[in-house]
């Protein structure tokens, strides 16, 4: 027997239709391309988002078509949020750091139709341009340059408004984005979101133990908008009348600080790079920006150095660390400290801080070794899998990579973990990541975190290097803070107090600096290629 | 095109696994009928309701099955919340106060095959057993007394444990609960939740804007559980991981202040009059009881007068009002401060705490009088309709109410309300209480919240007396504070600046007490019949 409640759809028309409704003057900000601040609200994001689905069912669009878009973090990237999947399409954000033939892949073979961008991102559009297949082209004229042969301008396009525009009558389930894995190894995958899956997560990440959005908050918008629906941040901040400030292509150490301090946010996002760099510059200047008590920051994309919670705490910041992917749309867990825990010393506190946390609510967890699920113990290994509402079920026309789920329908994560008795998830690496060395596995991540903690290092990077007779050794490629010397025997030091004699890095080798993806995460399938010929001292 | 997302069904089940998993050592505190504390925790929960599931099962339970329960608020009134539609059951609450011979029409209407009761209610039972058909009857034992013939032992019936249960497979769709409105008209109609409604309604609920529950929260469940999911702290807390704390039977003055302090009570809710009485105990004697800084409580099933607001806010104690009903699961608008207002002097704060509020996510308005969906001006009045996926969508077995559906899909609320320009609602008044005074409708709840603010009332209600003259003229029934003399002429001034004369009551009578409900609304319908050969002075 069925309840008999409505069958009322989780949509983001609805999120729209509420943020027009109740929270139309609330402030939107936005850095352009040119550093100008722009200052918008929600009664504009209301009636421009309306204009774009308007103007896209004029264009033809039909259910479930892709619209690529290449634009950095402002206004016009909240409109496509809300205007495309509003009006029945498949909202495709694009990274525009990727190289030219990934990213001409990644337009074809999610075949699509029509394509957004920013004129301050022509370039990276012509770089593929004779490679796609796309039926029209709109630009969002920030320069007011003339606009390259066959573009349109997307002001002029959505300029008739949304007089008379109804929203198509949608299926929760319908697709409502599509994100690509940065996949560091294979081809690019396509996630494919639900607009139930993002009402879903919406409605968790904002709970009260986790991000605790409120109408009160004033949201900066860090990570990029590209990536896994910007973290989910400005479907959340929307759904809770928030206000929203976005930095546009500004997003490291000053202009970033400017903003904190000028719009007064009490919210942001971003990977560890950027929270360090920012920390970095704050540090050297304390008392030049001013930020709002109790401003918290979810940091996640790769695991958050203890060090760095502890340095932001003592400048004001609250950073927070929680996990996900892009197949997860993508908060899965959280962590934050337990009632019983508030009495911990600081220390304690911070070790569990730096822990991934507890699922959220609706993600269940589990991790597998070879001998099934591993035990709470905090030190066995296994896979992290996953499953949940807002949790990939299969990639965009990929049967292939079917194997990333489990018989009985888990997400393989292809991170491990290890589980301490109170449920909180620790990634010790990602599975390729580990270092198999003599049988052993070797966290780099707990290797990076420790160095981080260094007051000479400014960042490191740990990969395990072929060894002839361990089959894989680590070595610790570190960047020092400015005017520092290299102090390789003090940093192995430093290192023996926390780890056994066998985990330490073998060798240390100091650079300007460690190569990074296009969102910001240690690239280290460059750095084992750079290193495969490392010729061990004492092999 | 759909989205690639996990089929994951929002469940019971699901909440229940995640405080087995996360929240074992979390406390569960409850006052038993002979006022006795008992002491219990999340995992004898998850060990106890899972093994009521197996119960069940053991027992033949089939999905769908009603299963009716009799209970005051406890620990295993919690566990009937899970173990019931954990196994695939159907949760149906009764109201032990309702005269016996509706209580045996609710019992037949719903089909409950089995009854789970406290052995304090027994009487209860008792005059209903003759009249109804239940399979088997099982008593939690509180008192130690010989069973009754024919009923059995709850503690033995589940004493085998959990061992080897498994859940059976639930769409989110499925029936979790049932809960007939108190109807003061016409036959109690029966509202039947789905696992879905009540767990989208617990993300909503526990929103940092709304309740904001969080695992360091103790909440105290005053509202009875068998009323609308006891307005849906239980599973609202279960998800979240706080503490929570029952009262049994003692919710009223003393011994609910007792439990405030001695608890630590973060969160709580009731309705106006619990809390009414309490803020008396509380100001006769301000130093007895030391309440948590910023306690906060929700406030509903019958609109919250600012005087009451106000007073607690001096008492340490922020109330806070919502709206829901029966068929709302019941929390469907909420009334909080925008951040605007945080700036405003505090008699227009207070005037925007006394509204209802905005909905809350997934829920949508509007109210319509004869010229259609009326304008937001603070003053055109009109009927409140209200959809989301926690509104019901008819009753159980009962088309002919029907047409509390409008053709496009809406709930009629039978709450007339008015709409400020910022969209807040207030609640003018039921449609049936309003008093239509020669063409003019006058609110007798702004009557009467007016009367509560005036220090020598307690208590007041207006309900409108036949008039030979003007249809109906409202007629104020006052229960006055100890020790204070009838004084109509001074009310009556006091009256006089916040209303036009014609909306002024034309008598007043001073009585001891005014009839409630069983979930202690005014009983209005009475107060009509008793006053119904009222003789006008003047007329």
């Known amino acids: ?53 308007a103007a896209l069912l004029r264009a033809g669009l039909q259910r479930g078509d892709r619209v690529g878009v290449l634009m950095w973090n402002h206004a016009a990237h909240l409109e496509v949020y809300f205007g495309v999947p509003c009006a029945g399409g498949v909202l495709h954000t694009l990274n525009f750091r990727l190289h030219p ?32 297949n796309l039926e029209r082209l709109w630009v969002v004229p920030f320069s007011g340059q003339p606009l390259p042969q066959g573009c ?12 008379g525009f109804d929203y198509p009558a949608l299926d929760e389930n319908a697709a409502a984005g599509m994100c690509y894995t940065s996949g560091t190894t294979g081809k690019p995958k396509g996630v494919l979101y639900s607009h139930r899956a993002v009402a879903l997560h919406s409605l968790a990440m904002c709970l009260p133990d986790y991000m ?139 070790e569990m801080q730096s822990r991934q946390g507890r699922p959220v609510p609706f993600v269940e967890l589990r991790a597998v070794s070879s001998a099934g699920e591993i035990p709470w113990d905090g030190r066995t290994l296994g896979e992290l899998q996953v499953r949940g509402p807002w949790v990939a079920a299969s990639y965009f026309e990929f049967p292939e990579a079917q194997d990333r789920w489990t018989a009985d329908g888990w997400f393989r994560t292809g991170d491990v973990v290890s589980i301490a008795d109170n449920g909180f998830i620790r990634i010790a690496d990602r599975a390729k990541d580990l270092i198999k060395s003599g049988g052993e596995w070797i966290s780099s991540v707990d290797l990076e975190n420790a160095l981080m903690g260094h007051p000479a290092v400014r960042e490191a ?58 969102v910001g995460k240690f690239l280290k399938a460059r750095l084992r290629e750079q290193y495969s010929g490392w010729k061990w001292g004492d092999a």
């Open 1 to 53: 027997m069925n309840g008999q409640m409505m069958d009322f759809p989780l949509t983001l028309q609805h999120l729209l239709e509420r943020a027009g409704k109740y929270f139309g003057s609330q402030e939107i900000v936005s850095r352009l391309p040119d550093q100008s601040l722009v200052r918008s609200n929600y009664a504009a994001l209301y009636r421009r988002s309306r204009a774009l689905s």
């Open 101 to 132: 033939d990934e990213l001409a892949y990644i337009v074809n073979h999610a075949r699509d139709r029509f394509l957004i961008v920013d004129d301050a991102l022509l370039p990276a559009l012509e770089a593929i341009r004779s490679k796609v």
């Open 152 to 163: 349109e301008s997307y002001e002029e396009w959505i300029a008739p408004g949304d007089a």
């Open 212 to 350: 605790a959005f409120r109408e009160r908050d004033r949201v900066l918008q860090v990570s990029s908008m590209f990536h896994a629906n910007g973290w989910g941040f400005p479907y959340a901040a929307v759904m809770t009348g928030a206000a929203l400030v976005f930095p546009g292509p500004h997003v490291l150490g000053e202009p970033l600080l400017d903003l904190l301090s000028q719009e007064k946010i009490t919210v942001a996002n971003g990977v560890p790079t950027v929270w360090i760099t920012a920390l970095h510059a704050l540090e050297q200047n304390p008392e030049r920006w001013p930020l709002q008590a109790g401003l918290r920051v979810l940091s996640a994309g790769s695991a958050v150095p203890a060090s760095l919670i502890e340095r932001a705490r003592r400048s004001g910041i609250h950073i927070m660390q929680g996990w996900g992917m892009t197949e997860t749309t993508p908060l899965a867990t959280f962590s934050f400290l337990r009632p019983d825990m508030q009495q911990w010393p600081g220390e304690q506190q911070l």
């Open 461 to 518: 990077a740990v990969v395990g290097v072929p060894h002839p007779k361990w089959a894989e050794r680590p070595l610790a490629v570190v960047v020092l803070r400015d005017g520092v010397a290299p102090c390789e025997t003090e940093l192995r030091e430093f290192l023996t107090s926390r780890f056994a004699r066998w985990q330490l890095p073998d060798a240390m080798v100091f650079v300007p600096e460690i190569p990074k993806t296009s």
